[in-house]
């Protein structure tokens, strides 16, 4: 059974910094694309960033470029995030492909295991 488990949310002040994490478990992460999204009260899932399987390419949602950086480590994905805004207040997901040597998946229904989620809340 694969299982994704995020850790790393939390309340922080606008300005600052949080650091989220990913473990995979059940299968190894090697070979998969993996990504994170982020869902606001009332709105659509959104991509943050997703990074292909040998992490040499990433994609980032256009209102998080240059603040967020995602990586990748064995069956850990993580997520900087810096220069919160209260407009990144949201749960945010940890998500890996299916797939083997693929392509990087962009949209989020491409994706075929969640994590449970993790709030993050930005006070202004």
């Known amino acids: 059974q694969v299982q994704l488990e995020e850790s790393g949310g939390g309340l922080v002040q606008t300005g600052g910094s949080l650091r989220l994490s990913c473990v995979v478990s059940?299968?190894?992460?090697?070979?998969?694309?993996m990504g994170w999204f982020r869902q606001a009260p009332g709105k659509e899932r959104e991509r943050v960033a997703v990074i292909g399987w040998s992490g040499g390419d990433t994609y980032y949602g256009d209102t998080v470029k240059g603040r967020f950086t995602i990586s990748r480590n064995a069956n850990t994905v993580s997520l900087q995030m810096n220069s919160l805004k209260p407009e990144d207040t949201a749960v945010y997901y940890c998500?890996?492909?299916?797939?083997?040597?693929?392509?990087?998946?962009?949209?989020?229904?491409?994706?075929?295991?969640w994590g449970q989620g993790t709030q993050v809340t930005v006070s202004s």
């Open positions: 998500a890996l492909d299916n797939g083997y040597y693929s392509g990087t998946p962009l949209e989020a229904d491409e994706y075929d295991y």
């Open positions: 059940g299968r190894t992460a090697a070979g998969a694309a």
